[in-house]
């Protein structure tokens, strides 16, 4: 929780934004129906409010309201939003732009998805500053290095001078951080900004945005489903459901005894886990992964002697940090990223390296389902269409049969047909989004599916919904799956067998019940002491434990 006792006298009773009954709605393409239903919220400088609730609870709305900004396909229809004495519903827009960015900052969920791949880090950091005419470049730029040293990102003088994909994920999202600093705003929202990053990234994302928040007594709404998370760096938390407020109390308070049935059951979350198979006797692996090497061109090795076996019907959950080459095999596996040494088996036959060699039943037999439901599904095209096209490809289904394939997959992933099937992805929810992810590679009749953090962007009830799923049509179909993820909750719930990397090597691997009991690799012990508790000192413990006197330092850990 952010440690309040070094805010200065004063200031910390200073309300900066406070919202009362605010309503807005939606366009359904027919008629306006309320979203957001005469929330209330009042914030302090200094202070960070925590909101959480499933996906469709109205967060990242009420987050955008804050900048006085209503998101696409959305209006402000009633109540007041006033940002240090200025009512932001009756402003013009000029006068909102020039408090967006200078005084009010915004942190997006994906870093990726938000610089301009085309510029340097530093060039997109002193857009800002420039542009409010608050420093000169070279001010800017010299700021930009101190903040980045402050953040601990590697290399402060050096960073900001690459490009966005030169940089990993956890480091982008500081980099994002020190750009939303720029202009010392007084309030920042932070849009769940770790949630696609693995727990030890996450710790220094974390530790990092709590210090420079303190540091200059920015007041921050912090958006998150992850309860744990916000638990370390909130000192209210609201919590939402369709639009209303459930309740509203201090952390401490509201970790300890929530009041409301709906908060209760947000905290019981993640109740799902299933028993673990045992390898079968004497049998054939149906995936084996031998001994592979792999590099991109021109770079060095990105995987080093990677040996794993993933048998029918059963659950291989491979975990690692950003970078450690979890997605790397994927691509190998698939035929995307030939390995330079070592091979692929598919029931003791050797898989041609490219995924161009083989054939179209090699293909059909492994398929993917991937992390950003968002950018997977073509927003342009009909749900009918997406699911229906590798089952056109692969089985040759025209006319009533594919429709009544397409059906039958709707089905299977527990969505109507009648009410999906000439859906376009924008109107889906997020999890709805990834269960047509599941049935598009469902379509394929596979017997061996990879899923890429899957339920990483997902909130914790859909992605528990999610999870049985996949559960249900791994005992219907008798799949396999390699479940890629960074959270070990996930692990619990549903792997039979693990495979922990490190810098594109295989540190530990075995069945699930064996890796969670000690002794374990070093690394494995670094990875479960950093999955986030629901108490609120945690982040704190865990740095005073790992030896780090300042928050900011968590990178260097």
């Known amino acids: 929780m952010t440690d309040t006792s070094a805010i200065a006298p004063g200031l910390k009773k200073d309300v900066l934004l406070k919202i009362r009954d605010l309503k807005i709605e939606g366009f359904t393409g027919e008629t306006w129906v309320p979203i957001i ?63 967006r960015g200078a005084r009010i900052a915004y942190v997006a969920q994906s870093a990726a998805a938000s610089f301009n791949p085309s510029h340097k880090l530093i060039d997109q950091y002193t857009e800002a500053p420039l542009q409010y005419r608050i420093q000169k470049r070279l001010e800017a730029q010299e700021d930009a290095i101190e903040l980045y040293e402050r953040l601990r990102l590697p290399n402060p003088g050096e960073i900001g001078f690459r ?26 929202i932070f849009d769940e900004p770790t949630t696609a990053l693995d727990v030890t990234t996450q710790i220094e994302v974390l530790a990092a945005i709590r210090d420079i928040v303190d540091q200059f007594n920015t007041a921050a709404i912090y958006i998150t489903h992850d309860l744990a998370v916000v638990a370390q760096m909130a000192d209210t938390i609201k919590v939402l459901l369709k639009g209303e407020e459930v309740e509203e109390a201090s952390t401490e308070v509201m970790l300890k005894s929530p009041k409301e049935d709906y908060t209760k059951s947000l905290w019981a979350v993640r109740s799902f886990e299933r028993p673990q198979k045992p390898r079968p006797e004497n049998a054939t692996p149906l995936i084996s992964v031998q001994n592979v090497d792999a590099s991109y061109t021109g770079g060095d090795k990105v995987l ?42 598919f029931k003791g036959e050797p898989l041609p390296p490219k995924y161009t060699d083989r054939s179209k039943d090699q293909l059909r037999q492994s398929q993917m389902i991937y992390q950003m439901a968002d950018t997977a599904l073509n927003p342009k095209v009909r749900i009918s269409e997406i699911i ?72 914790q009830l859909v992605a528990e919904g999610i999870l049985r799923l996949l559960d249900r049509l791994q005992k219907e179909l008798n799949l396999a799956y390699m479940f890629i993820t960074h959270d070990l909750a996930t692990v619990r719930a549903i792997a039979d067998e693990v495979v922990v990397m490190q810098h594109g090597k295989v540190v530990e691997q075995g069945p699930k019940t064996e890796m969670f009991k000690p002794p374990h690799h070093p690394y494995t012990d670094l990875l479960l002491s950093s999955v986030p508790e629901m108490d609120p000192n945690w982040l704190t413990t865990l740095l005073e434990e790992r030896g780090v006197d300042n928050v900011g330092e968590a990178a260097d850990v």
């Open 388 to 459: 229906g096209r590798p089952a056109q490809f692969y089985s040759g289904l025209k006319g009533t049969a594919l429709k009544s394939r397409v059906d039958e997959l709707l089905d299977l992933i527990e969505l109507e047909p009648s009410k999906y099937y000439d859906r376009f992805p924008p109107e889906l929810s997020g999890g709805q989004k990834q269960r047509i992810g599941i049935a598009r590679a469902l379509a394929a009749e596979p017997t061996f599916i990879i899923c890429d953090e899957v339920t990483s962007a997902l909130d």
């Open 163 to 188: 490009y966005p994909h030169q940089v990993s994920g956890g480091q982008l999202q500081r980099a994002m951080t020190a750009m939303a600093m720029s202009c010392r705003p007084d309030l920042i």
């Open 304 to 345: 080093d002697d990677v040996s794993f076996d993933i048998y029918e019907g059963m659950t291989v959950a491979v975990v690692g940090e950003s970078g450690s080459g979890k997605s790397t095999t994927a691509r190998c596996i698939t035929g995307l990223l030939p390995p330079s040494s070592g091979q692929i088996l």
């Open 37 to 99: 239903k005469g929330v209330d919220l009042t914030l302090h400088r200094g202070e960070v409010m925590g909101l959480i609730g499933e996906s469709g609870a109205g967060k990242s709305t009420i987050g955008a309201a804050a900048m006085g900004y209503a998101r696409d396909g959305t209006r402000i229809s009633d109540g007041s939003i006033e940002f240090d004495g200025i009512e932001l519903t009756t402003s013009t827009e000029g006068e909102k732009r020039a408090l």
